[in-house]
C-alpha cells in the first residue's frame, strides 16, 4: 500500500458496488476532474456519468458510474449514484448493444409526449453506457 490511503465507497439503490481502501481516486464532477488523496480539502459536489479512475497498491481500475454525487472527507470518498460497475468485468459487444439500446430509447421519447422527468431518466441511461464505452476503452 502507498504511504497515503483513503477509503472509496460506492453506493447505488441496489448495493454497495465497491468498498476498498485505495491510494487516489479520480472523480468527474460538475466542476471537473478531481483527483482526491489522503487529506482532501471537505468537498460535496454532483457526480457525472463517466468514468472513475481507482488507483490501489499501483494498480489503475476504472469504473463507470450514472449521476449521483461524491463527498469527500480526510480520509474518505463517498460517491451515490445511479449506476456504477467495474469495466474489467464488462463485455464490449453488450457495452455497444446496451448503447444502441439508450440511443433508440432517448430518440423515441424525445419524439413522444413523455414528461422531462422520463427524458433525463432516457439521457441518464444514455450517458451512463457511454461511460462504460469510455472506461473499457481505458483497460484495454
Same mark, same amino acid.
Given at each position: 500500500?502507498?504511504?497515503? #490511503? /483513503?477509503?472509496?465507497?460506492?453506493?447505488?439503490?441496489? =448495493?454497495?458496488?465497491? =468498498? +476498498?481502501?485505495?491510494?487516489?481516486?479520480? %472523480?468527474?464532477?460538475? @466542476? *471537473?476532474?478531481?483527483?482526491?488523496?489522503?487529506?482532501?480539502?471537505?468537498?460535496?459536489?454532483? !457526480? @457525472?456519468? =463517466?468514468? /472513475?479512475?481507482? &488507483?490501489?497498491?499501483?494498480?489503475? #481500475?476504472?469504473?463507470?458510474? *450514472?449521476?449521483?454525487?461524491?463527498? &469527500?472527507?480526510?480520509?474518505? %470518498?463517498?460517491? /451515490?449514484?445511479?449506476?456504477?460497475?467495474?469495466?474489467? $468485468?464488462? @463485455?464490449?459487444?453488450?457495452? +455497444?448493444?446496451?448503447?444502441?439500446?439508450? +440511443? &433508440?430509447?432517448?430518440? #423515441? *421519447?424525445? +419524439?413522444?409526449? /413523455?414528461? #422531462?422527468?422520463?427524458?433525463?431518466? !432516457?439521457?441518464?441511461?444514455?450517458?451512463? $453506457?457511454?461511460?462504460?464505452? !469510455?472506461?473499457? *476503452?481505458? &483497460?484495454?
Amino acid at each position: 500500500m502507498a504511504d497515503t #490511503e /483513503i477509503r472509496l465507497e460506492i453506493v447505488t439503490p441496489d =448495493s454497495t458496488v465497491y =468498498s +476498498e481502501v485505495v491510494d487516489h481516486v479520480v %472523480v468527474p464532477t460538475a @466542476n *471537473g476532474r478531481i483527483d482526491l488523496w489522503e487529506n482532501h480539502a471537505p468537498l460535496i459536489d454532483r !457526480l @457525472n456519468p =463517466s468514468d /472513475i479512475k481507482v &488507483v490501489k497498491d499501483g494498480k489503475t #481500475e476504472y469504473l463507470a458510474v *450514472g449521476a449521483g454525487f461524491v463527498e &469527500v472527507y480526510a480520509k474518505k %470518498v463517498s460517491i /451515490i449514484t445511479d449506476q456504477a460497475i467495474l469495466v474489467d $468485468e464488462d @463485455n464490449h459487444e453488450e457495452i +455497444e448493444a446496451a448503447i444502441k439500446r439508450a +440511443e &433508440v430509447a432517448l430518440d #423515441e *421519447g424525445r +419524439e413522444s409526449n /413523455i414528461d #422531462e422527468a422520463q427524458l433525463q431518466m !432516457l439521457e441518464a441511461a444514455a450517458k451512463f $453506457e457511454q461511460a462504460r464505452k !469510455l472506461a473499457k *476503452g481505458k &483497460v484495454r
